[in-house]
């Protein structure tokens, strides 16, 4: 598992960005329950994830941020990367970020393709 934290913060609102392999839905909800032993990530306000499987096609996840997790699937469908979880976590600031949270999210995919 490979974890970026303090990716981008705006207004109060904080970002990380994690990913892993995952060829199907146990692996996925595996990784999800890895992550969130860590207290802070399980108190997130949302961990929305997509993942492209080569046996089964996409899943993707919101966890109430609307349209997040279609992001993150549309990223890693344009990068070709198959059976591998990205998830983008969000502790809520206060104030409303508008269209700017997709383009937070867009940031972090990115940052973690870049880097991973």
Request: aromatic share 8%.
């Amino acid at each position: 598992m490979k974890r970026f934290e303090g990716v981008i913060s705006d207004r109060g609102s904080k970002y990380a960005v994690s990913g892993g392999p995952a060829r199907d839905r146990a692996e996925v909800q595996a990784f999800l329950k890895d992550l969130k032993r860590v207290k802070k990530y399980a108190k997130a306000t949302h961990n929305t994830w997509a993942v492209v499987f080569s046996e089964g096609g996409p899943v993707k996840n919101d966890d109430g941020e609307g349209g997040a997790g279609q992001l993150i699937l549309q990223m890693l469908e344009r990068a070709g990367l198959c059976d591998h979880v990205v998830v983008v976590t969000r502790w809520y600031g206060g104030k409303h970020l508008g269209g700017d949270r997709f383009r937070h999210v867009q940031d972090c995919v990115r940052h973690y393709l870049e880097h991973r």
